[in-house]
Structures are given as C-alpha cells and as structure tokens.
C-alpha cells in the first residue's frame, strides 16, 4: 500500500496505491470543501494543475447536499467527475471551528448546523457511514481537535476519548466496508494524533494509535494557536512515534515554508486553504515570496505573476489584466490566481519530491526558504 522510496534524513519520499490511484507522496492535497474548489475550478482543471488528491468536508456535505444524495448519484467521484484519490476529513475539525453551535460527549458531538440552525449529532458510526456514503479513497477518524493550548487535564481527557473514537470507527468501517452496497469497499482509514503542545500526551498517544496498525495516520490540532516553533518541535516528537512504513499527514498546514519545513521532519501529506483563499484575494505566490495583484504598481505591468511558472494562467495573462479583473470585480480574477497558487503548491511538491529522489532536499529547501524571503527584503 505504502512504498518508502527514498529517504533524506528524516524526510520520505514514498508511494502510496489507492483503489482510485497512486499518489506519489509528498504531496498536497487541494482543498475542495463542498466537492468543489472555491474559485469556479473544474476537476478539469486539477487535472492541468498536477493535482494528485482532492479534499472534501465530511461536515458540510452531509449538510449539503446530503451524504445520501451523493451515494444515490454514485459517490463523490461520480458527483465531482474526479478519477482519481479523495480524502475526506471526518467532520472533527468542526467540534474546533464551530466551538459555539457544538456539545461534545461521550457517544458524539451534537451540533447546531451554522447553515439553518438545525440539530446535528454525529459521533464516530455516523461520521463512517456519511464518508462511506460519499465514498471516499480516504477517509478520517473521528476526533476532537482541541485548541492547542487547552490546559492539561482538558488535553488528557480529549485524547483519552478520541482513542475510544477511533476503536469505533475502525469496528464501523470494517462493517460498512463488508456490505454489499457500499461504493468503496476498499476505504481506507486513517487515524488522528492529537495532544495539543504537550509532548508526552502526543508521543504516548501516537503509540496508541500506531498499536492499531491503521493505513496512514495524521497529526491533527496543529495550526490552530500555537507557534511556528511550538509546531516543529510536536513534528519531531511526534514522527519517530508513528510508523515510518504508513504516510503521516499534517492537518491543515499550511504555508510553502511550513511545507518544507514538515517534509523535513517526515511529514507526507499535507493539505491547506491558503493557496485557494489567498488567490481568492489577489494574493499570489511566487519562488520569491507573496504579491498583492491590487497593488497600483502593477496597473502597467504586462508579465505573468511569474517568469518561471509553467501554470496556464502565466502562460496566457499578465498582472495588469489579472488586477484589472479584480477591480472590476469579474470572477475570472479569482479563478486564474485560485489555479495559480494551486499550481505552485503541487509544482512545489513535485520538486521537493524530485529533489529527495536526488538527494538534494537539504540544499533545495535552503533556496526556497531563501527565495520567499527575497520580496519581504523589498
């Protein structure tokens, strides 16, 4: 299933066969939360853009247009006109986001819906049966992501249950894998690391939850309050805890030089919604750091947001037109940044891969890391 390739210190390139594919890691996936990149990107266009795997929200298609709509069409990848790997989160993230509108207990969380105020319960059978019902390549464990500076004895009592969480979803997933009308009987299941900034309760819990044998494993409640610094330092506790023969993703994360500075400390997958929501707001990313395509300075400036971007945006538009469309307000402004910046990150991958293959990764993470910070010295 995972095949470790190649290793350059602590960072692996591997392969990892999927029933819809195989994904060629490190990678990141596109985040596409209601079976759609927001952006009015196609599945036509990820396929131009090197994407490898798509991401959908378990949480709000179960809300909209209902997981049972989507297993009636034929699945996520019927519905979407998508071939190839989809992970879909299990609805965990939003016990964090939607602190407000939720009651954790033992048996689930109940919710009130942010679209209409409705009751929603979902505890880990249902979060299964909605990601079998859409029929996902991945799906997630049901978590609680705490805030990660939640006190101490908040942190223990969360990871505790969502331990029991993942016995329950592991016995439910092998149920519904068993059934005759379920689309993907070779879903896989991935299990969530949580602990907040506490090492101990994240390197114990990581040993738990590899004691499971799951196919790949994630590091959740990251990114959600605490450092840069504090991040690195759980990955690198974290890591050696959880099988080096299984992929390991981090939730969520993030930036190119997070990215890089993951890949570095053994992280596989990755998935973010800032290339999407970035390019959305005019903000593009390049090898040397972020532009503003609103800035006035780019009003005259007939080149593409970048020379050495092979993406069809740059290899068709310039500045000045992308920033004209933004002040006039017209959608295509954010559908050539969304693919822009969605090219860049899977472009990145494929270098950073390619460059662990030759055994280059230390000196091509430096250039990176060197280049970003180029535009911020302006």
């Keep these: 299933m995972y095949k470790l390739l190649k290793t350059e210190g602590m960072a692996k390139r591997g392969a990892f066969r999927t029933v819809h594919g195989t994904i060629q890691t490190p990678v990141f996936m596109n985040v596409g939360t209601a079976a759609a990149i927001k952006g009015a990107v196609s599945t036509e266009d990820l396929n131009n853009i090197k994407c490898q795997v798509e991401l959908s929200n378990t949480y709000h298609l179960h809300l909209r247009p209902g997981d049972k709509v989507v297993k009636q069409l034929g699945g996520l990848h019927k519905f979407m006109v998508w071939d190839k790997p989809i992970l879909t989160d299990s609805g965990g993230f939003q016990v964090f986001s939607l602190a407000a509108l939720r009651n954790i207990k033992e048996e689930g969380v109940y919710f009130n819906s942010h679209i209409d105020g409705h009751k929603i319960f979902m505890g880990p059978e249902e979060s299964m049966t909605i990601q079998s019902n859409l029929g996902s390549t991945i799906a997630m464990a049901f978590d609680e992501c705490p805030p990660a500076l939640s006190e101490r004895k908040y942190m223990l009592n969360s990871v505790e249950r969502t331990t029991r969480w993942l016995e329950r979803c592991i016995n439910k997933l092998n149920e519904l894998n068993s059934m005759e009308n379920t689309i993907n009987k070779e879903q896989l299941l991935f299990g969530i690391n949580q ?28 990114a959600v309050g605490e450092s840069h610094e504090q991040m690195y330092e759980i990955i690198e506790n974290v890591v050696p805890y959880l099988p080096q023969d299984k992929p390991t993703y981090l939730m969520g994360v993030g930036t190119p030089a997070n990215i890089l500075e993951a890949v570095e400390r053994g992280i596989d997958f990755f998935d973010c919604v800032l290339p999407a929501r970035n390019g959305r707001h005019a903000n593009v990313y ?10 006035a300075k780019y009003e005259l400036d007939d080149t593409p947001i970048a020379e050495d971007c092979h993406c069809p945006t740059c290899q068709k538009y310039t500045k000045a037109y992308i920033r004209h469309l933004f002040k006039a307000k017209e959608m295509l402004a954010m559908r050539l940044c969304v693919i822009h910046n969605l090219y860049f990150f899977n472009n990145m991958m494929e270098e950073i891969r390619n460059a662990i293959d030759n055994g280059s990764f230390s000196q091509y993470k430096k250039m990176r890391l060197e280049g970003f910070l180029e535009n911020d010295k302006k």
């Design 195 to 222: 602990g907040g900034i506490y090492k101990d309760i994240r390197i114990d819990h990581a040993k738990r939850i590899s004691e499971f044998d799951l196919p790949g494993y994630a590091i959740g409640g990251l």
């Design 286 to 295: 390049t090898n040397r750091g972020k532009l503003n395509l609103n800035n």
